[in-house]
T-cell receptor
Framework: AQSVAQPEDQVNVAEGNPLTVKCTYS??????LFWYVQYPNRGLQFLLKYITGDNLVKGSYGFEAEFNKSQTSFHLKKPSALVSDSALYFC????????????FGQGTELSVKP | NAGVTQTPKFQVLKTGQSMTLQCAQD?????MYWYRQDPGMGLRLIYY???????DKGEVPNGYNVSRLNKREFSLRLESAAPSQTSVYFCASSLGTIQTNQPQHFGDGTRLSIL
């Protein structure tokens, strides 16, 4: 069965520093990977996705993610964090040959301090 | 542009009461979804509708029913609410089916508390 794990419940970063939010996955077929962000009292917003091709995917608000097949990871990164990046981040995976439903990780709370 | 609109935003029910959560999208999307969000558990799919007239069970369908009223609207019904159904419920939509990997667009949620 497919699964996705976000090993850190919370990540704390100083403004201007690089940030990484970690995600690992488990699927038996080709993985399709997504990152979403949730601000307080709002729904999720799509950031980026990996389907195929270049392992480095660029998305909204300056975020990028690196797909690593050997480590089964899809970590979210940003070179310089902003206070406004503080939010809850979700990684999700869809297994290509298993009906297609998205499985979400439990979420990582990112806190960026001035 | 409204996107995905959910009503109500908040609701408190007593155990055993019934309720319908409403969702409408104005993006002419084909697929619609209902999720629940619980602390530490991410989002879990309750039901989805790949197109008007079709619905399918997701990961946690027990205790819920859905209706795809038309292309715009997808409602979620709790026939006999239980405290375990206290959660934040999100409706989402996407242009294509899940298999097309198109992003899902989410409403702002309904916060449901069952006493």
């Amino acid at each position: 069965a497919q699964s996705v794990a976000q090993p850190e419940d919370q990540v704390n970063v100083a403004e201007g520093n690089p940030l990484t939010v970690k995600c690992t996955y488990s699927v038996s077929g080709n993985p399709y990977l997504f990152w979403y962000v949730q601000y307080p009292n709002r729904g999720l917003q799509f950031l980026l996705k990996y389907i195929t091709g270049d392992n480095l995917v660029k998305g909204s608000y300056g975020f990028e993610a690196e797909f690593n097949k050997s480590q089964t990871s899809f970590h979210l990164k940003k070179p310089s964090a902003l206070v406004s990046d503080s939010a809850l981040y979700f990684c999700a995976v869809r297994e290509g040959n298993q009906g297609g439903k998205l499985i979400f990780g439990q979420g990582t709370e990112l806190s960026v301090k001035p | 542009n409204a996107g995905v609109t959910q009503t109500p935003k908040f609701q408190v029910l007593k155990t055993g009461q019934s309720m319908t959560l409403q969702c409408a999208q104005d993006m002419n999307h084909n697929s619609m979804y209902w999720y629940r969000q619980d602390p530490g558990m991410g989002l879990r799919l309750i039901y989805y509708s790949a197109s008007e007239g079709t619905t399918d069970k997701g990961e946690v369908p027990n205790g819920y029913n859905v209706s795809r009223l038309n292309k715009r609207e997808f409602s979620l019904r709790l026939e006999s609410a239980a405290p375990s159904q206290t959660s934040v419920y999100f409706c989402a939509s996407s242009l294509g089916t899940i298999q097309t990997n198109q992003p899902q667009h989410f409403g702002d949620g309904t916060r449901l508390s069952i006493l």
